[in-house]
């Protein structure tokens, strides 16, 4: 089972960016999916997911109206759409996993699968 992030890069203040998380070893379309980011010294932040069905999507206040998460599930893999990065953006992306409908979608321990971040530097 992997869950491999990619597309991260510089970006300047305004610019977009999008990253995309692929899975292997099992297929997601029994799985809701969320992004977190983490910087160092800061605990692990939500920042948006997808259930199972792809029907709903859940954003953190500090993405909402900016990011849009998404799912192809043919080719096992998600999106997270960035929009009008901000600074405060900056950090390690990371995409996890969690087995048909999540209780809350923002609480890490509800995701049963979690892969390697993907950076995103947003610059003023």
């Known amino acids: 089972v992997q869950l491999q992030a990619s597309g991260g890069g510089l970006v300047q203040v305004g610019g977009s960016l999008r990253v995309s998380c692929a899975a292997s070893?099992?297929?997601?379309?029994?799985?809701?999916m969320g992004w977190f980011r983490q910087t160092p010294g800061k605990e692990r932040e939500f920042v948006a997911a997808?259930?199972?069905?792809?029907?709903?999507?859940y954003y953190a206040d500090s993405v909402k109206g900016r990011f849009t998460i998404s799912r192809d599930n043919a080719k096992n893999t998600v999106f997270l759409q960035m929009n009008s990065l901000k600074p405060e953006d900056t950090a390690v992306y990371s995409c996890?996993?969690?087995?048909?409908?999540?209780?809350?979608?923002?609480?890490?321990?509800?995701?049963?699968?979690w892969g390697q971040g993907t950076q995103v530097t947003v610059s003023s």
């Open positions: 070893g099992f297929t997601i379309s029994s799985y809701s």
């Open positions: 997808i259930s199972w069905s792809g029907g709903n999507q």
């Open positions: 996890a996993a969690g087995l048909n409908y999540l209780r809350t979608y923002y609480q890490a321990e509800e995701y049963d699968y």
